[in-house]
């Protein structure tokens, strides 16, 4: 059964304000009239549209912090103010993560070219780890690793256990 849009934004609205996924079920049961699965699948739908609208709102903003960045940085030196112009800089480089490279190498003994490696390397387990979906996307790689490992761990344990 399809949810209406209505019902659909009522359910979002109950997330963002904090219910929980079992709160959210009863809402759509007693409020809305759904049945279990259908609330479950309308609760899965509401937080699909939660999370796109999440990262629309985040490229939209930081697009909008980067246009403003650079009007204040060109307004400034119009009027000479190298000052504000200087800081608007620094703030746009630290939003584009211009600096991470750079300190990142100079913790390498400045060697751009193992970073460059480093950070190659790094892309390709997570382009291993992250479709396990063992966590979220967003969690850090090596927070995906520890999991890996842990479950690699009992898995041998209980392969040793079976086998003894």
Known sequence: M???EENLNKIIIALVSGASNEMAEQICVSK???KLKDAKSAIIDAR????????FNRVDE???AII???DVYAKSMRVQDT???LAAQKELNKLL???RAVEHAQSMGGDLEAVSIAEQELAAIAQHLLPLNLAKKDYPLSGHARIVAEK???LQSEATAKDG
């Open 83 to 85: 000052k504000t112009a």
């Open 32 to 34: 809305l009239g759904l």
């Open 152 to 154: 690699l761990r009992r």
């Open 97 to 99: 993560d211009l600096y």
């Open 48 to 55: 699909k549209q939660i999370t796109v609208a999440a990262d």
């Open 2 to 4: 399809s949810v209406s």
């Open 68 to 70: 403003r960045l650079q």
């Open 62 to 64: 930081l697009g909008t």
